[in-house]
């Protein structure tokens, strides 16, 4: 019941057909990512999802984690299950040769990626908080740094945590208040952290965490912010851990879901000062977060993906499983997948899973280019696309993730409520995914605020000429597409209207952003998600006309491609009337009146 | 954090002003539930709800309940509040004072109800099950039967349970295979029944079953189940509980909410039979349970809008209570309240409340006027107006329950994953909510089917016809309400688009219902709810108009009216979009397709 099976072909067309692999294998660099790699890397990931990974997801959810001793004990399997993890190389799929990584394209580690975060999402958190540490160190450490920290990590033999929120500064970084006091080649720090993510445990031999402090002359709110490294052991001459620092795991948190991943509360300088060493220049660490920040956003948009296909997954077995009622056209009793209703919920988490998919690869192929374009020109500009896309990732497939995982419970009827079956921990592992690395509000902001208005809406515009380019496309490929493209064409014209409509009125009122934020997010989420489903309907039928069947995947590929664009895409009317709603009736009550 | 305050003036204002007290009170027995009065018993209620019902929410919660020595023993300061509630004659609100009960109109009882379920949802369920084996018994049960049972279980001192469910027997009742072997006056039952809210416990003295079980002869389907009562202890010669009788929880659920409810698999007959009383006819158990049911459905989509209720109030709360960030026009750090996203979930869970509780209200005087009214052909028209909307209320506020608490759960940020705050409770709890006493899924082929194309539309089109006269009014109240007129008007004729669709295709499609009746479920609640919220605007309108403020109770409104029209009616256009779409994409895959 609570298998796993990774949708590896479904993966290799996106990697291959929508998000380019072609092209991204020309980057420097990249060259040994033929398809052949890609296959072998997917299936050799796939065995380890669903036969170590996945097997561990439920009794991880029941045992959870505790606090024993001044450290965090895990779930029983977790160290072993990480263990062959790191044996496998796995943690450094994506990271630098130089550190030992294997240096494939984030488009190809991003697939691995999704498969971790389905089979086991409390375990793929602590690789992905990994991987932002390692991003921030590759990024903004010395060079003294990287060579001290990155093998260890990339090699997934330590771990890496985000250290930023705090009791009182959670959206809001300005009221960080952890003390960094200089002390030689170092600082030591003194303060409380919460929701540390993995921040401590017993399955790795030593932690780095990444911790956002003030110094004693730094300037008030976010300009007074730096970044340190605080080693759980501070590694000695070798290289190796040793001396304890001075940073413990005070509690963990009793949380709805996630229960194996330990969200630590984390206790800096009990004894005097944890040992801390300053990343980059000093009040520069929240432009250095961000960098981890704008990574996780996307991985944990990923999540929002990866746990709606584990529920489909069950939540399909079950319907073709579960016999109750009769069917028309059907002898007697029948499977409940018979009946309409459980076919719209499944094909509604079906299409939204193929555009969700599309659309995060598709972001993590321009994240390549962004990063490894040979001509600067090219890079800006994928940046700038990936900077724009970031927030519809992470908030669109985390609020989608939510509705997805529901209908997973639902089409189990009672039995969904029960925790045994596995389809409420999917829901309640879900809920945390539109919350942390982010609010969807704060996602929202974002997409209004840095990424339409700061530019005048020339990334909007931009994407919206490409989107409209490959929308066109489908006017000419039969009319069994038709459908698809006049769905798409309304959603491209809702969505500009949106855009249009917030230019043009943003200055007359300050509300104005903040009030239509989430519904122009979920209004570009779902158009976005539409122009792929168009683009992959395309694939497809150019594929049947070639006569490529694919096994009948091309066929299916057009039902819900027709299904996103005939049954999702009207949503996109609710969301525009909210925009086009303003803030005056968001704004009209007063405190009191609520 | 986890107090709870029962919204009296809101209910008032809904009892009065929209769903017709004084026309109630013109119904025969109903002549005593005065304005007065049901001010003074709303008030009590309140009481013992926010004292003794809300502060065993959360401990409950943890500690939920277990089978120990053959019985279930629920969580610490259940019984004692239980006592409590049999004291006040909480029970017996609305039953006839014939059997003890005080008579009052379900319009009134309805919003005591709603503070149960607001206040401990587990907890409420105890009653909510005990109603539904008292309407069985009054309606269907012989003179005998009531004189046995009825006093003891409007009292409270004894408590009730509906036994549909078996394994194989879900939504699909006609699998039914418990079995009733004729033993003199009375039946010896065999069989198990799973997911029996309250099955066992330890806080009344006895427990009658309702339980639906097959006689020897019995044909096949649902036109051979028969329904009985079987009490944990046989009432012996004075009434008293007797002898055990052979019925015995097995076990417990562990569910993902309502941990304090115990969920039981129940055994009947493991040690030679469970004695049970047929109650009326053989081979007529659906139609008896049916009385039972629909009053559930009502009592379950009152649920729906309890917990949201709950949940407002909390996030409502929090939102003003937790700092964090600037907001345009005020010095310094702010409570979220200030924030326009934060604003934006708090309007969509109180517009969508004030919807919800209007609609279930209005529903329940319908009932009333069902039931009571001395006309035969009033009564006939109201049960039909019941019979449409009850399918609406189960459905459309319990699925807007999943929203309203998951942003309960987003208001609160990363505190709303974590158990401690009770957000998270609140929002399991609500989750079973769409699927128990029939899933959505089932709601809305009661709506399309039974009551919307089994009588050619005519209950649809004579709603639509008073919802549309409702709604001509607001074109005359003023400028202000011009766009919630405009807004309303539309969603109308979505509505009427939808089920003329329905009604002129289903013939040549026979998957046309089933692929379309969810959506159709969302769009008529969405219109019912804005058809609500357009009365409450005009009634709020004329009191202003009158000089009436009711300090500022009145303007609070026109704003969540327009609100509702402008934010919330936008959302017609999407589930429109998905009814008319037909089966076509719904059903286009094989099931190895998915």
Same mark, same amino acid.
């Given at each position: ?17 929508? %998000? ?7 980057? +420097? ?61 796995? +943690? ?28 086991? *999402?409390?375990?793929?958190?602590? +690789? ?21 920290? =990155? ?36 600082? =030591?720090?003194?303060?409380?952290? @919460? ?29 007074? @912010? ?19 620092? /001075? ?44 960098? *981890? *920040? ?10 929002? =993906? ?26 007697? !009793?029948?499977?409940? @997948? ?28 321009? $994240?390549? *280019? ?62 945390? #995914?539109? @919350?942390?690395?982010?609010? #969807?509000?704060?996602?929202? =902001?974002?997409?209004?605020? !840095? ?9 909007? %515009? ?47 009122? +300050? ?23 168009? !683009?992959?309907? $395309? ?40 925009? $086009?709603?303003?803030?005056? /009736? ?9």
């Amino acid at each position: 019941m609570t298998s796993y099976t990774a949708p590896t072909r479904e993966m290799q067309f996106v990697i291959s057909e929508l %998000a380019g692999l072609e092209q991204v294998r020309q980057l +420097p660099g990249f060259e040994e990512a033929t398809p052949d790699l890609v296959e072998a890397v997917l299936e050799e990931a796939a065995r380890l999802a669903s036969e170590v990974l996945a097997p561990i997801n439920k009794s991880g959810d029941l045992e959870g984690s505790r606090v024993e001793n001044d450290g965090v004990v895990v779930a029983e399997g977790f160290k072993e299950a990480y263990g062959q993890f790191v044996e496998g190389g796995w +943690p450094g799929l994506k990271f630098s040769p130089e550190f030992g990584g294997q240096g494939l394209p984030a488009l190809v580690s991003t697939a691995v990626d999704e498969m971790w975060q389905a089979a086991n *999402m409390s375990f793929a958190l602590c +690789p992905l908080l990994t991987q932002g540490a390692i991003d921030a160190i590759e990024i903004h450490g010395s060079d003294a740094q990287q060579a001290l920290y =990155l093998e260890k990590m990339v090699s997934g033999q330590w771990t890496g945590t985000m250290n930023l929120t705090e009791p009182q500064a959670g959206s809001d970084l300005a009221a960080v208040r952890t003390r960094a006091e200089p002390a030689g080649d170092h600082h =030591l720090i003194t303060g409380q952290k @919460i929701y540390i993510t993995w921040g401590d445990h017993n399955v790795a031999e030593n932690i780095v965490h990444l911790v956002l402090a003030r110094t004693p002359e730094a300037p008030e709110g976010v300009k007074g @912010i730096s970044l340190f490294i605080v080693p759980k052991f501070l590694p000695d001459a070798d290289g190796s851990p040793g001396t304890r620092n /001075d940073v413990h795991p005070v509690s963990v948190e009793h949380k709805m879901g996630i229960h194996a991943s330990p969200t630590c509360v984390m206790s800096y300088g009990d004894h005097g000062g944890a040992v801390g060493y300053l990343v980059g220049e000093e009040n520069k660490g929240l432009v250095y977060m961000f960098t *981890m *920040m704008n990574r996780a956003r996307l991985s944990v948009g990923l999540q929002g =993906l990866a746990i709606s296909e584990r529920a489909y997954q069950q939540a399909r077995e079950y319907a073709r499983q579960r016999v109750q009622g009769s069917a028309v056209g059907h002898e007697g !009793r029948v499977t409940i @997948i018979h009946h309409a209703d459980v076919r719209r919920m499944l094909m509604v988490m079906k299409s939204h899973i193929e555009a969700m998919r599309a659309l995060a690869y598709v972001t993590m192929a321009e $994240l390549d *280019m962004a990063e490894k374009s040979t001509d600067e020109a090219a890079r800006e500009r994928h940046q700038v696309r990936v900077d724009l896309l970031t927030p519809v990732v992470k908030g669109w497939l985390t609020e989608v993730g939510q509705e997805l995982t529901s209908l997973g419970v639902q089409i189990h009827g009672g039995m969904g409520f029960i925790e045994e079956t596995g389809a409420a921990q999917y829901f309640r592992d879900a809920r945390i #995914t539109t @919350i942390y690395e982010g609010t #969807t509000g704060i996602q929202a =902001l974002d997409l209004v605020g !840095r990424k339409t208005l700061r530019d005048a809406g020339r990334a909007q %515009a931009e994407l919206l000429a490409d989107m409209r380019a490959d929308v066109e496309a489908l006017a000419e490929a039969g009319p069994e597409l038709d459908e698809v493209h006049a769905a798409l064409v309304q959603g491209l014209n809702d969505h500009e209207q949106a855009v249009k409509y917030l230019l043009g009125q943003f200055q007359a009122d +300050p509300d104005l952003p903040g009030s239509v934020a989430f519904n122009m997010l979920m209004l570009m989420g779902t158009v976005a998600g539409g122009w792929q489903m168009g !683009r992959a309907a $395309l694939r497809a039928r150019q594929a049947l006309d070639r006569g490529e069947d694919g096994d009948g995947f091309y066929r299916t590929k057009l039902a819900t491609a027709r299904f996103y664009a005939r049954h999702i895409m009207p949503r996109t009317k609710a969301y525009l009337g909210g925009a $086009l709603a303003g803030s005056e /009736d968001v704004m009209s009550l007063t405190e009191a009146e609520f």
